[in-house]
Nanobody, 126 residues
Framework: VQLQASGGGLVQAGGSLRLSCAAS????????MGWFRQAPGKEREFVAG????????LYANSVKGRFTISRDNAKITVDLQMSSLEREDTAAYYC????????????????????WGQGTQVTVSS
């Protein structure tokens, strides 16, 4: 399984970025996908998740209303559109996949996700 994240960069507070994750080697249409982030000195935390069909999404309270997760099962990609970025959003962002199609509040734990991509750095300046 390979998850390749891209789209990170440096952006001013209030700006937007779109992260993308390309997947291979996973049954993408049967896998829930997610985005996590990890800031220096902090634990990796859940950001957003999307069910295999795309019909169900889940967001951390800190990003709700500002971030949108989406997926394209034909292109085998999952995106994270980030708007109204804040300095607190600065972190390495990781794409994750799991072998089940659903995502619930209990699945915010990193241990619920079996596959991980490399991080892409997002830095928000004031």
């Amino acid at each position: 399984v390979q998850l390749q994240a891209s789209g990170g960069g440096l952006v001013q507070a209030g700006g937007s970025l779109r992260l993308s994750c390309a997947a291979s080697g996973v049954s993408f249409s049967r896998s829930a996908m997610g985005w996590f982030r990890q800031a220096p000195g902090k634990e990796r935390e859940f950001v957003a998740g999307i069910s295999a069909s795309g019909g169900s999404t889940l967001y951390a309270n800190s990003v709700k209303g500002r971030f949108t997760i989406s997926r394209d099962n034909a292109k085998i990609t999952v995106d994270l559109q980030m708007s109204s970025l804040e300095r607190e959003d600065t972190a390495a962002y990781y794409c994750a996949a799991r072998d089940v199609p659903h995502v619930t509040w209990r699945d915010r734990d990193v241990g619920q996700w079996g596959y991980w991509g490399q991080g892409t750095q997002v830095t928000v300046s004031s």
